[in-house]
Structure formats: structure tokens, C-alpha cells
């Protein structure tokens, strides 16, 4: 389970507000990225949302205070991507014992707002397969 929390205020002359927050999840394999993660793209974005504010009512009831009625208006932008699942496939382990780790960051960014996020509990299941086929290789491409 994971949880995006994302605020964005406008006050004063403040005419925009943004406020960005990710949950990335990391998997290795004896301290190496598990794919679809890759050693230059190491976590996987399980969550991402991004919230902006827009408004000119500040101007506008100015302009309204001095007798002139102008055009107001307030926007609210908000995009969420969720993944909640996700297969992270090791081909050809080989062998032996083999150490898996699993961790997340919870990370943002703001401008006149706030963002929060939270991860847990989760579940992790390991699923060992073996191609018995001696003319064709599994191929994970």
C-alpha cells in the first residue's frame, strides 16, 4: 500500500502553486537492479502525482474593488499514476544462494504547497521457475 499526499495554497499575489510526489521502489539481486529496473534507472515509480493551482482571483478582485468587472478564473491540474503491482523478473540466476533487498523512497518537490507520501505493509512473493525443455531456453527479453 502506498499514499500521496499533495497540498498547493495560493495567497497574496501568489497566481500559481505546484507540489510533486513519488513513491520509487527498488529490487536487487545480490546488490544488482532486478529488471525492468536497469544500473542507470535503478527504481521503479510506483506512485507519481503532480498537483498545480492556478488562479488570477487576486487581480481580478482588485480590478472588481475599482469599479471594473474583469474575467476570473481558478484551475486545478492534478495527474496520479498508480502501479500497486509489479514483476520483477531475474533470468538466468543460476545456482546457490542469492541475497534479494527490496526498499523505497518517498520523494517530492513544492512551490507555495507541501507534499507527504507513505509505503506499507507490503507483500513479497519469490517464484522460482525452471524451463525443463533441453532444445529452447526460456527468453525474457
Same mark, same amino acid.
Not at 22 to 47: C, E, K, M, Q, R
Not at 51 to 68: E, F, H, M
Not at 101 to 121: D, E, I, L, Q
Given at each position: ?20 510526489? /513519488? ?5 536487487? %539481486? ?19 502525482? *503532480?498537483?498545480? %493551482?492556478? !488562479? ?8 472588481? !474593488? ?7 478564473? %481558478? ?5 496520479? %499514476?498508480?502501479?500497486?503491482? *509489479?514483476?520483477? +523478473? ?6 546457490? =544462494?542469492?541475497? +534479494?533487498? =527490496?526498499?523505497?523512497? =518517498? ?16 507483500? +513479497? ?5 525452471? /524451463? *525443463? ?9
Amino acid at each position: 500500500m502506498t499514499g500521496l499526499y499533495t497540498d498547493t495554497k495560493l495567497s497574496g499575489t501568489l497566481t500559481s502553486a505546484t507540489s510533486v510526489a /513519488n513513491v520509487t521502489i527498488y529490487v536487487t %539481486l545480490d546488490g544488482n537492479p532486478v529488471a525492468p529496473a536497469t544500473t542507470t534507472n535503478p527504481g521503479i515509480i510506483f506512485d507519481s502525482r *503532480f498537483q498545480q %493551482l492556478n !488562479s488570477n482571483l487576486t487581480g481580478a478582485i482588485a480590478t472588481l !474593488s475599482g469599479g471594473t468587472i474583469t474575467t476570473a478564473y %481558478l484551475e486545478l491540474i492534478l495527474s496520479t %499514476l498508480s502501479a500497486h503491482s *509489479f514483476d520483477f +523478473i531475474a533470468p538466468n540466476v543460476g545456482g546457490g =544462494v542469492h541475497t +534479494i533487498s =527490496v526498499s523505497w523512497a =518517498v520523494t517530492g518537490t513544492a512551490n507555495n504547497g507541501t507534499w507527504a507520501g507513505c509505503v506499507g505493509p507490503g507483500v +513479497i512473493a519469490v517464484e522460482q521457475v525452471k /524451463n *525443463f525443455s533441453q532444445n529452447s531456453p526460456i527468453v525474457i527479453q
